[in-house]
């Protein structure tokens, strides 16, 4: 009896699901780079994740280029804690500090999604 209890115990241990500790978002863009000798693409791609909780940058397809500039559709993956404001982060994390970025600028904001499991 003792050990039906544990062993039920033990069950119901195993079936259960995990809470997730952080929740995964993708923000899209058209962004737009100015295209010199002094800036490297690659160099603003590094800038870009180097923005608090940002994880991937992506860019997904290629909108205009001239020369001075290119405007490409950019996704950008973020993590944040489990049920942190996602829009407070957007607002006074993420635009700002692609603003702050030197050759970018954000062109349209496509908004952003939750990814993952639900």
Do not use: C
């Amino acid at each position: 009896m003792i050990m039906e209890k544990e062993f039920e115990n033990w069950r119901k241990y195993l079936t259960e699901k995990e809470k997730p500790v952080q929740d995964e978002y993708e923000a899209h863009f058209y962004l737009a780079l100015t295209q010199s000798k002094e800036i490297d693409r690659t160099e603003l791609m590094g800038f870009m994740r180097a923005i608090q909780n940002v994880t991937t940058v992506y860019r997904e397809k290629e909108v205009s280029t001239s020369t001075q500039t290119f405007v490409g559709e950019y996704k950008i993956r973020f993590v944040l804690t489990h049920g942190a404001d996602v829009k407070y982060y957007y607002d006074t994390t993420l635009k700002p500090g692609l603003r702050k970025i030197k050759g970018l600028s954000i062109q349209r904001d496509l908004g952003y999604e939750k990814t993952g499991e639900e």
